[in-house]
């Protein structure tokens, strides 16, 4: 790879001064995916090693800028203790999500999905101790968009308990909670996503998101009104838990939202019904009700 054009490139990175704008999370991380192409470099010399140098010290101001915002973040979620409403409206700097346009794709990580990771996710992350069974698939968190876009089509109540099957780090359930107010569960298989997830929502003292180290197709939902899914599982993993809610749609209304492959299957389902607006889209946001 030529050097004089990465040193342009990042020349023109590093003197971007909207580098340093406090809603460019995605231009930040934009800016650290390119110090890391320039740190996988297999040449020797001496340019290369001044580029090395400049792109270091770049990525540790990019880091501490971030890490100085989560903590003003921090301070003002427990100092103000602001409602679910005003907290969307903090939120909405970041986000490209129009209120009320519902129904429209989705398309991967914006401002806001990169502050709650400094906010709510912080490194380091655990790793994956269980072999997954056939059917469960990797880590993948879901757009923040999606779940701004679901707080708006769905009214909680105070009887309401939003389950997220396949939970991750916990990213959703917190947002959930913290945008709603909401109870909230996290169903997740692996031990260490689980351990660390309800770590960090104790951390932000959030006594109503709780996490539960299950397998999805065993877990007792007698108390869940409202899932979600983000491509948790498939096959007969995906069959199983779907007989499940199904059985738990007979006894009372339930609320079934989905983003990603697995909305195409649940819109097939006789015994549930889509809640308008209707996008074919996998990356729009699904959601259904059970049938009466």
């Not at 502050?115 to 990797?138: A, C, D, F, S, W």
């Not at 932000?204 to 007698?222: M, P």
Request: one cysteine or more; hydrophobic letters at 40%.
């Amino acid at each position: 790879m030529n050097i004089t054009i990465l040193e342009r490139e990042f020349d023109e990175i590093e003197q971007n001064l909207a580098l340093f704008e406090e809603p460019n999370f995605r231009m930040r991380k934009e800016a650290l995916d390119f110090v890391a192409t320039i740190e996988k470099l297999n040449s020797d010399n001496l340019e290369r090693a001044h580029l090395e140098k400049k792109a270091q010290e770049l990525k540790e101001r990019l880091y501490a800028f971030n890490a100085t915002i989560a903590e003003k973040w921090l301070l003002r979620l427990k100092s103000e203790k602001p409602t679910p409403k005003e907290l969307g409206a903090w939120f909405q700097p970041y986000t490209e999500f129009v209120s009320q346009r519902w129904g429209e794709p989705h398309y991967g990580y914006e401002n806001l999905d990169f502050l709650l990771n400094e906010i709510l996710l912080p490194l380091p992350h655990p790793k994956t101790i269980l072999q997954p069974e056939y059917g469960m698939v990797r880590y993948e968190p879901t757009p923040a968009s999606v779940i701004v876009e679901l707080t708006e089509r769905i009214t909680f109540t105070e009887n309401d308990y939003f389950y997220d099957l396949g939970s991750g780090l916990g990213k959703i359930t917190s947002l959930m909670h913290l945008l709603t107010g909401t109870r909230s569960m996290g169903v997740e298989y692996q031990p260490t996503f689980c351990t660390y997830a309800a770590q960090q929502a104790n951390r932000l003292y959030l006594k109503d998101v709780k996490y539960l180290n299950a397998d999805a197709r065993y877990v007792d939902y007698t108390d869940a009104t409202v899932f979600f899914f983000f491509n948790p599982f498939g096959g007969v993993i995906f069959d199983r838990v779907l007989e499940r809610l199904r059985s738990e749609a007979e006894q009372r209304e339930i609320i079934i939202s989905s983003y990603g492959s697995s909305s195409q299957p649940l819109s097939e389902l006789p015994w549930l019904e889509y809640i308008p607006p209707i996008n074919s889209d996998e990356n729009a946001l699904a959601i259904f009700r059970g049938r009466a």
